[in-house]
């Protein structure tokens, strides 16, 4: 009837308002407040008003987290607002890749180094470097996994997933006479 989209009823019918939020890895890692001004039409004031929203930001949340401020949003009309749902987008990292909790870091080692043995370093997101100690021979498919020192766990505080570094191998355009006696006593005859 005419009161159709008068009731309680309709009121799941509203489309939200979305935002998103785009952070960087660094503050995904250790977690930030994001203070987020939004204009909002109002139907009683005539006029848009600003609103401030706080979000607060855990440690180890994922792109695609959803935080919603219900009813402040544009008013559809007097009283009646939607909600806003703020959604959180992590911008791309300069040498580091999020995948779940771990995070990935891919190593360019030449070929004398993959087959020798060699030491990575990687910065970390809290402004480390570490050091990863290759002993074992490079292969394409060659996967180094330090435990802990991924992204926190934002449903489980205090543990955190893991680095894995991965290789790209290239073969140098020159070797020199000691390299190439490296690269022979490297390889199984």
């Known amino acids: 009837g005419p009161m159709g989209g008068m009731g309680m009823g309709g009121m799941g019918g509203q489309r939200p308002c979305i935002v998103d939020v785009n952070l960087s890895l660094e503050e995904l890692f ?27 930001v855990k440690p180890g949340w994922k792109s695609g987290t959803k935080v919603t401020f219900r009813g402040e949003g544009d008013e559809i009309q007097p009283g009646r607002a939607q909600d806003v749902i703020f959604v959180i987008k992590e911008k791309p990292h300069d040498w580091l890749k999020r995948s779940g909790h771990d995070l990935v870091f891919k190593a360019r080692v030449p070929l004398v180094d993959a087959l020798a043995g060699f030491k990575v370093d990687v910065g970390t997101l809290d402004n480390r470097t570490l050091r990863v100690n290759i002993k074992d021979v490079v292969h394409p498919s060659y996967t180094k996994i330090v435990h ?18 991965t290789f790209d191998v290239y073969y140098p355009d020159k070797l020199t006479d000691v390299q190439k006696q490296a690269i022979r006593a490297a390889l199984p005859a």
């Open 30 to 56: 250790h977690g930030t407040t994001k203070k987020m001004r939004i204009t909002r039409k109002t139907v009683s004031q005539g006029r848009p008003e600003k609103f401030d929203a706080e979000i607060v």
């Open 148 to 165: 802990g020192e991924g992204m926190p766990k934002a449903k489980s505080p205090g543990e955190r997933g893991d680095l894995i570094v």
